[in-house]
Structures are given as structure tokens and as C-alpha cells.
């Protein structure tokens, strides 16, 4: 039995034992939306999340945003998944469950799973997950972009980690099986630099036959950039004609121009009809629709609601949340501060173009930073 959709109560159960050890509580939240989820956590940057534990009155509906906001506390305990009601739920959850099993794993072979590398345990969850909710395989023209420019195991940006990590972990189940890989997991957490050496010629040469056309570059030119994070921040403002743009690049029939035209300001120049919004991440994009698609969204739209200014101020804070995972490469921590104080000033300011110009800044010199790198290792 759980609780109704409309229940604020917690349904509380004694944890189960595994091979004589008890096994982590879970809590798993459910909100009706991206917006909701994400205004309630204060951070904009996941779609669904595996964590440390919150407590019972961090769940609930006082924190919701919204008359139709609702939170489901489907199982209470000690470790927590939260995600949103949206069509792709099933993928988010498995991911986070995979999570949470691995860190069984994990604590059975008396290993910290916060030590593991990311790229590992993001690479699990999502190998899991496309295997049991279905696989397009577009993590294997993202990875092997990263792996043909010359990019090291032990330096994949985060924006990379999923692609990247998911190609690794399925190398290393066809080479030694599910249980190899597990029986690593001790290994991968004390000394990843040495094991990353090991796998590296292995891994590098599964990718070494790999075709990748001008759509798929611009794919992993989007995913190094956040392109799908940039767009998710400027919902309240951001253009259908962007939407659609993202929507090309991610279905695989974008091309490299459209990175640059992203980013570029277009003044009052009309941003064309939208056509099959969200197609970007369905792997039929060219590398020219990234370039488009910043090319539309720094045009500064005219002024906004005053709801959708607040929820784009809402925002706010997911620049230095995304800093602080990201740490300060390239003095990101510096951008940020300018960015966070120029925001402030504008937006007390009632000073529309000033907020949006240094917003769009944000996005290009924090959330985008990766894109600014060099590709390879």
C-alpha cells in the first residue's frame, strides 16, 4: 500500500535485510512537473536525483510551488530519489534505483560509494537504464567523438559523464561480464587514475570504427555545451523557434553552424516558425542547429510577465550550484560572482535587456563552459 496522489503522509517500512546486512532506506518523491520539482530543491540542474536523506518535513506540500503542485512519498527510510511525472519517468527512475542498488553494492564489499568516479557510476545507472527502457545507442557517437579526438577516461567533463561512462561500462560487460564489472567497483573506487590507464586502449578501440557524421559531432558539440540545460533555464522566456532548434540537434539533423548562431545576438530579427520541438535529443540534428539555436535565444525577447520573470529568477541559483559540481577550471567562480551580482542589480533594477543580456552570459561562461575547452583529452 502507498498513500493517495493527494496524501501528505509518509508510509513507513521496516528495512529489509541482504545477505545479513541491512539494507539503505529509500524515500521516493514524485512531483507533477520539472518546474515544481526543480523550484521546490532550489537547483534547475537534474531531472531526477539520488541522494542523502531529507527530512520528512522537506517533503512536503509547504515546499511545492502552485495549486496543482503534489508530492507522492511513495517508500520513507534514509536515502532519497526524487523526480517529476514526465514522459521519460520510467528512464529517471531506473537510473536513480541503479544508483541506489550500486551503493548496496558498494556497502556489501565495504566500499565508499561516494568514492567511486562519476564516470562510473553514472555510466552504470544509464547502461541500466537504456538496457531495461530501451536503447537508441546515441551515447555511443558521444563517446566516441570524445574518444577519436584523443580524450582521456580520467579527464570526461561532466557533461560527458552519461555518454561516456554508459560506453564504458558496456565494454567492460561484454569483456567481462555483469559481475566483472561489479567485482571492480572496490578497485575503480581507491585507484580510478590506474584503472582508467588499463581500460583506456580496450575501451579506445571498441570506438575505433565508429562513423560519425556531422549530426553526430553536433551532438556532442550540444552535450559538451548543456545545450538541453541552457534551454530548460530559459523556459519561461525561451522562443518555440529555439525549441525547435534543440529539437533538430538532438533527433541527429542539426550541423556545426548552429552552435555559433545560438550564441549570437539577432536584435529583432524574427526567430522562425517552430517545427518538432525537442527533436534535438532524438539524434537527427546537424552541427549548424546549435549555432541556431543560441543565435535565437540571445535575442532578447521583449519584456516578460512578471510570473515569468520570477520563475526565470528562480533560476538564479543553478549557476552556482552547476560551479560549485563543476569546480573552477577557468576561473567560472569569478564569472559567476559578476554574473550573480549584475542579475541582482537588473532585476531590482526592473531593467529587462540588462538582466536578460547577463543571464544569456551565464549560460555561455558557466553552464556552457565545457564547450569553450579543447575537445580531446
Not at 545507472?125 to 537504456?130: F, G, I, L
Not at 521583449?302 to 559540481?325: C, G, H, K, N
Request: charged share 20%; aromatic share 10%; proline share 8%.
Amino acid at each position: 500500500p502507498v498513500p493517495e496522489a493527494n496524501s501528505n503522509d509518509i508510509l513507513i517500512l521496516p528495512a529489509p535485510s541482504w545477505n545479513g546486512k541491512r539494507v539503505h532506506p529509500l524515500i521516493i518523491g514524485v512531483y507533477p512537473d520539472w518546474e515544481s520539482m526543480n523550484a521546490a530543491c532550489g537547483d534547475y540542474s537534474f531531472i531526477g536525483l539520488y541522494g542523502p536523506p531529507i527530512s520528512p518535513r522537506e517533503l512536503t506540500l509547504e515546499k511545492l510551488t502552485g495549486p496543482s503542485a503534489s508530492l507522492i512519498p511513495i517508500l520513507s527510510s534514509g536515502s532519497d530519489i526524487i523526480l517529476t511525472r514526465t514522459d521519460d519517468w520510467r528512464f529517471v527512475l531506473t537510473h536513480e534505483l541503479t544508483h541506489w542498488l550500486t551503493e548496496l553494492v558498494c556497502r556489501y564489499e565495504g566500499t565508499d560509494f561516494g568514492s567511486l568516479p562519476p564516470l562510473i557510476r553514472e555510466g552504470i545507472a544509464d547502461y541500466t537504464a537504456h538496457s531495461l527502457c530501451g536503447d537508441h545507442r546515441r551515447w555511443e557517437a558521444v563517446a566516441a567523438a570524445w574518444a577519436q579526438s584523443g580524450g582521456k577516461l580520467e579527464d570526461v567533463p561532466p557533461p560527458l559523464w552519461y555518454d561516456v561512462g554508459t560506453s564504458v561500462v558496456h565494454y567492460l560487460v561484454e569483456r567481462d561480464g555483469k559481475a566483472g564489472l561489479l567485482a571492480r567497483l572496490p578497485a575503480f573506487a581507491a585507484e580510478w587514475s590506474q584503472e582508467a590507464a588499463t581500460i583506456a586502449p580496450g575501451w579506445r578501440a571498441s570506438l575505433h570504427d565508429v562513423k560519425l557524421s556531422d549530426s553526430d559531432r553536433t551532438l556532442y558539440e550540444a552535450r559538451l555545451e548543456r545545450l538541453s540545460l541552457c534551454a530548460w533555464l530559459l523556459d519561461p522566456v525561451l522562443p518555440s523557434a529555439a525549441r525547435s532548434l534543440l529539437g533538430k540537434i538532438n533527433s541527429g539533423k542539426g550541423d556545426s553552424s548552429d552552435i555559433a548562431q545560438f550564441w549570437n545576438i539577432v536584435s529583432a530579427i524574427p526567430p522562425p516558425p517552430s517545427q518538432d520541438a525537442w527533436a534535438i535529443n532524438s539524434g537527427k540534428g546537424d552541427s549548424s542547429d546549435i549555432a541556431q539555436f543560441w543565435n535565437i535565444v540571445s535575442a532578447i525577447p521583449p519584456p516578460p510577465s512578471r510570473d515569468a520573470w520570477a520563475r526565470l529568477a528562480r533560476r538564479e541559483d543553478t549557476f552556482r550550484i552547476v560551479q560549485y559540481q563543476d569546480g573552477d577550471r577557468n576561473g567560472e567562480r569569478m564569472a559567476r560572482a559578476r554574473v550573480e551580482v549584475a542579475l541582482r542589480k537588473y532585476r531590482e533594477a526592473d531593467d529587462w535587456q540588462n538582466y536578460y543580456n547577463w543571464f544569456v552570459t551565464g549560460l555561455r561562461n558557466i553552464i556552457a563552459a565545457w564547450g569553450n575547452l579543447p575537445r580531446g583529452g
